[in-house]
């Protein structure tokens, strides 16, 4: 990712105001520049001057500033005057945000540690206590709210912008501004604006580093503790408390709730900060149109607008100055051992809980008795999980943090059956997955009054929960840092530091995966997976993305053979079925019965989607891509060919490039080295799916590579078939296999029509005009197209003159060249040399 706005290149705030109150001076204004026109030309001439090109010239090199020429924005800076409405009410929000992080920094102790209690406080007696103790926690738990809903959207309307520190009870941010100016611009966020704001504060501070010291606001119990503390806290969840002690364990009790609303309130804000750009912000960015045009910046009231506008970067710039900020701070997210220790203590006591309620009376016959105690601690558990997700995602050093985090270094610290303490993330997440599975299944006991009796919790969190750990796991075990090492060294969050970084390109996903398949995550995972498509699909959320890890697994051929030997093969299946179902209505209302089916066709796109990402993997195996592709003699249905719902995934859901992609990737996949499936997705159409997808996406490059090579590995080895039997003089006929001619009697495409059948598509123009337009797929596209037949030229570009000088500009030479043919490497100068002979004499 590109760092165009690293944090040690941005103008403060001060600097600018400073500049501001400078250029008033010179141009003898007033101090505080009370008419429109003064602020107007006061912002218009500090403008010019920190921007060399003048209003209107982007980010430029600053001459006055001291980045060292380095290419910056102000769209992080407030460029109101600060006498204007607006410029007060932006300075205003900015300041509120700073005493909001000021408070929440009060509350961390010199020692790194979390203090929940007020200074001065229990003097009259333990009411008092207590009354002041939660009055705090409400302080934290709203300020943390604020800064999550300030760097999500950058709009205060969500929590009405209520600030609360230890001086007074409550502030809110814009109750004067949005009742006055008659102005209702004055309470929209600019166009995503005030996040990055917001974002900026995080990337320039140590912010970052006070909302990870509140992840220490539970503390983790030792080694020795571990299993009384567990027994405690699941005592304390059903309310089963001695008698002698019971007023101590309540109290108890009531410390750990408050501790865990700040806990939970500080994951949620720092996921929001750490997540990508959320599609609710992107859209904000992106539809505020180009600079000069934001009705947000050019109020009415303020003259200043249109030079402010015109000094702003356009919304694509905004959106990468987005994700450039949540980058560096989520580069500088170091908690993975708190986080970590965090998942081991509420899964360990989520076990403990399960244990207790086991025991529980009063389920009547036959009833269902949910527990709340078990539901906060799933819902705890996604919450981490989602923490480490954002903080994962796109980082491959924060990744083998995480993997690493809570492993020790003793030999007999994986005695843990659960795979929790000393076992590092990875047993962290396989023991959630498992346990959580185990849970969501009925719980069934016989007491000796009566027969069975079930006991189960809110399926709905859950799932969710399960959902949440499949997605870390997909993260953990995916590549997606692709930014340079040089990117990812900078100065990250923090103040700008240095932070010392591996070199990112060698990819840890591949040993994430292998770790995962020792800790026998294959099993828990396609238990995930049965458990999320039981009774017809019911869970589409939970089977996208147990589906999409299990994906990310399939990666070698044992693990392959893994997965089917668990039975992954009937459930992808049964996934992509589904996918492609139609929807049949509820007899709801016609405006609920459209919402419903809206909800449906994403939750089936999105199945689709990740049952044809999982297929694409497995093909990688020649036995199980044919069994796929041609199925079985037998008509079982579970052993059927899964060819025309592929075919029929990428015409229902054309418009999403994701499912066009896979599609086109198992297409080719199926094709490679076998011409009975090759022949047999000719048959099913496959050709025309194919070019639909690359004409329907033509800027999307993965689909224009697969796209390439679905259309050269279905035509290549058939054509060449054809070939050779004209040549010898032979009749043509299907190079199907037994199995394949038993599953299809009759032969209507013969592999000599397969060249027509793909140029008659227009396959030429795609490859020659869409495909071979860019770098990342021109390659395939220039095989394709030789593959077919068609006659490839490739452009030489001469730099050197005849003296083998380097010349500027070049003259392009246009010839015919074929993949293989020979490159001579014999030098025509004859350099006359004693060296052999000398050589020779010294043996």
Do not use: W
């Not at 007999?412 to 059956?417: E, L, P, Q, R």
């Amino acid at each position: 990712m590109a760092s165009s706005s690293s944090s040690q290149h941005l103008l403060t705030q001060s600097y600018y105001d400073e500049v501001l109150a400078d250029n008033a001076e010179l141009h003898d204004l007033d101090a505080v520049a009370t008419s429109p026109s003064q602020q107007a030309e006061c912002v218009r001439e500090t403008l010019e001057e920190l921007l060399p090109g003048g209003v209107g010239g982007g980010s430029s090199p600053s001459s006055n500033s001291g980045d060292g020429g380095q290419n910056r924005t102000l769209d992080h800076l407030v460029l109101h005057h600060p006498s204007s409405p607006r410029g007060r009410e932006m300075r205003s929000r900015r300041s509120h945000l700073e005493s909001a992080l000021s408070a929440l920094d009060g509350s961390i102790k010199p020692d790194g540690t979390v203090e929940l209690v007020a200074e001065g406080v229990g003097v009259g007696g333990d009411e008092g206590l207590e009354d002041d103790e939660q009055m705090v926690v409400e302080r934290v738990v709203r300020n943390l709210r604020y800064l999550e809903a300030e760097c999500s959207s950058g709009g205060v309307g969500i929590l009405g912008g209520n600030v609360v520190n230890d001086c007074d009870d409550s502030k809110n941010v814009d109750d004067d501004n949005c009742k006055d100016d008659d102005d209702d611009d004055n309470c929209k966020d600019d166009g995503g604006r005030n996040a990055y704001r917001s974002l900026v504060l995080f990337q320039t501070t140590s912010s970052v580093y006070t909302l990870m010291s509140l992840l220490g606001v539970v503390s983790l119990p030792s080694s020795a503790a571990a299993a009384d503390t567990t027994e405690e806290m699941a005592s304390d969840g059903n309310g089963t408390v001695g008698e002698t002690e019971g007023k101590k364990e309540r109290t108890d009790e009531e410390e750990r709730e408050k501790e865990e609303r700040v806990l939970r309130a500080a994951c949620r804000t720092l996921t929001t900060i750490l997540s990508p750009p959320s599609p609710g912000l992107v859209r904000t960015i992106l539809s505020a149109g180009d600079g000069t045009a934001d009705t947000a910046v050019a109020t009415t009231d303020d003259r200043a607008g249109a030079s402010i506008a015109a000094a702003l970067s356009p919304p694509p710039t905004v959106l990468q100055l987005v994700r450039t900020a949540k980058a560096e701070i989520r580069d500088a997210f170091v908690a993975f051992e708190r986080v970590v220790g965090l998942m081991g203590r509420y899964t360990t006591a989520l076990a403990a809980q399960l244990t207790a309620e086991s025991k529980e009376e009063g389920v009547e016959e036959g009833g269902r008795k949910e527990f709340g105690a078990t539901k906060d601690l799933c819902e705890m558990l996604a919450h981490l999980a989602r923490l480490a997700t954002a903080a994962c995602g796109g980082c491959e050093r924060n990744k083998v943090a995480f993997v690493r985090a809570g492993k020790s270094k003793s030999s007999d610290a994986s005695t843990n059956g659960c795979g929790r303490e000393g076992s590092g993330g990875i047993g962290a997440v396989v023991a959630a997955l498992r346990l959580l599975s185990d849970l969501a299944k009925p719980q069934t006991r016989t007491p000796a009054d009566g027969g069975p009796k079930v006991v189960v919790v809110d399926n709905d969190i859950i799932s969710t929960t399960m959902a949440a750990y499949c997605k870390l796991l997909a993260v953990l075990c995916r590549f997606d840092d692709f930014r340079s090492p040089s990117a990812t060294s900078n100065g990250a969050g923090g103040g700008g530091g240095a932070l010392p970084t591996p070199d990112m390109t060698v990819s840890s996903a591949h040993d994430h995966v292998l770790e995962f398949h020792r800790r026998g995550v294959v099993p828990v995972l396609h238990e995930v997976t049965a458990l999320a498509l039981g009774g017809g699909g019911g869970d589409a959320e939970l089977a996208s993305a147990a589906l999409a890890a299990t994906r990310t697994l399939a990666v070698n051929d044992e693990i392959v053979q893994a997965l089917v030997a668990v039975g992954v093969l009937r459930s992808a299946r049964m996934a992509l079925a589904e996918g492609v179902a139609d929807s049949d209505g509820d007899g709801a209302g016609k405006e609920e019965e459209d919402k419903n089916e809206k909800a449906q066709a994403r939750q089936r796109r999105s199945l689709a989607s990740a049952s044809l990402g999982l297929l694409r993997n497995l093909c990688g195996n020649d036995e199980i891509k044919t069994n796929l592709c041609l199925g079985t003699a037998d008509g079982n249905a579970e052993s059927a060919t899964v060819l025309p719902s592929i075919v029929r995934s990428m015409r229902r859901y054309r418009s999403d490039a994701a499912v066009q992609e896979h599609g086109c990737a198992t297409l080719a996949a199926m094709a490679l080295r076998k011409p009975a499936n090759a022949l047999r997705i000719v048959e099913e159409g496959g050709p025309m799916e194919v070019l639909t997808a690359m004409r329907r996406h033509p800027a999307v490059v993965p689909v224009q590579r697969q796209g390439s090579l679905a259309v050269r590995n279905i035509s290549s080895r058939l054509i060449k078939m054809a070939e050779a039997e004209q040549n010898d003089g032979c009749t043509s006929t299907s190079p199907k296999s037994a199995a394949a001619d038993t599953a299809t009697a009759t032969t209507t495409t013969t592999p000599v029509e397969v060249r027509e059948t793909f140029l008659d598509l227009g396959a030429e123009s795609v490859l020659r005009d869409i495909a071979g337009r860019h770098q990342g797929s021109v390659d395939e596209a220039y095989a394709a197209l030789r593959d077919l037949g068609c006659k490839v030229s490739m452009v030489r570009y001469d730099t050197n003159d005849d003296d083998g000088q380097v010349k500027s500009g070049g003259r392009g030479t246009r010839g015919v060249t074929m993949f293989g043919e020979a490159k001579t490497r014999f030098n025509p100068v004859f350099e006359e040399s004693n060296e052999l002979g000398a050589a020779v004499d010294r043996l």
